[in-house]
């Protein structure tokens, strides 16, 4: 267990769904991150965000709507999904956006549009 | 922009042998590199990172990678492979801007 837990496990979820995904931290970070993870590609940083705010948003579609309320908890909100985003959604959390320290990452989400 | 490369999908290995996977890097500056690992329907853990210091970085399982700057490598290495060593290995460098981008991952194998 790396302190970061993802709910739900798995997701499946038509075209015209609207669901979330959460993710939930209590080691005291403050920079969390939502990862895409795709088979055969590198993993995809979509959204960081540093004590509670957004400090990056990598061209993501806006079907993708972060959210993070408190420094322990981050969100995922999704609608109007295509089939080209079913993938693992990874969350991570770090002490900081610094240097020297590493992500420790939640078991993910694996999501399926159909 | 900074980025890892692992140029080996697939790595086979059997038990006892020694197992390397491969990294090459590419940065502006002085590189901050990781290893992570993810077995099957987990997430990725971390394994080791070079910041500074020593070119040899021991880390978690065993595991051991080797900072070679004229090389521009950070190979990760296990002297006698396990086979609950199976798994995704993926290299990483963080940025300038904090950002950790990651390898395309190599798929370990270890046979009994």
């Known amino acids: 267990e790396t302190g970061v837990t993802q709910t739900p496990r798995h997701l499946v979820m038509g075209m015209t769904n609207k669901k979330s995904l959460k993710c939930e931290q209590h080691?005291?970070?403050?920079?969390m991150y939502w990862y895409k993870q795709s088979a055969k590609k590198p993993l995809e940083l979509m959204f960081v965000?540093?004590?509670?705010?957004?400090?990056e948003n990598n061209s993501v579609p806006s079907r993708f709507s972060p959210e993070c309320p408190n420094s322990s908890h981050l969100f995922l909100h999704l609608h109007t999904l295509q089939p080209e985003d079913s993938a693992l959604y990874l969350c991570a959390s770090s002490p900081s956006r610094s240097w020297n320290t590493e992500a420790f990452f939640g078991q993910g989400t694996r999501l399926t549009v159909v | 922009a900074q980025s890892v490369a692992q140029p080996e999908d697939q790595v086979n290995v059997a038990e006892g042998n020694p197992l390397t996977v491969k990294c090459t890097y590419s940065?502006?500056?002085?590189?901050?590199l990781f290893w992570y690992v993810q077995y099957p329907n987990r997430g990725l853990q971390f394994l080791l990172k070079?910041?500074?210091?020593?070119?040899l970085v021991k880390g978690s399982y065993g595991f051991e990678a080797e900072f070679n700057k004229s090389q521009t490598s950070f190979h990760l290495k296990k002297p006698s492979a396990l086979v609950s060593d199976s798994a995704l290995y993926f290299c990483a460098v963080l940025s300038n801007d904090y950002k950790l981008s990651f390898g395309a991952g190599t798929t370990v194998t270890v046979r009994a």
């Open positions: 940065v502006s500056g002085n590189p901050y």
């Open positions: 965000y540093s004590l509670e705010e957004r400090v």
């Open positions: 070079y910041i500074t210091g020593d070119n």
């Open positions: 080691l005291g970070h403050n920079a």
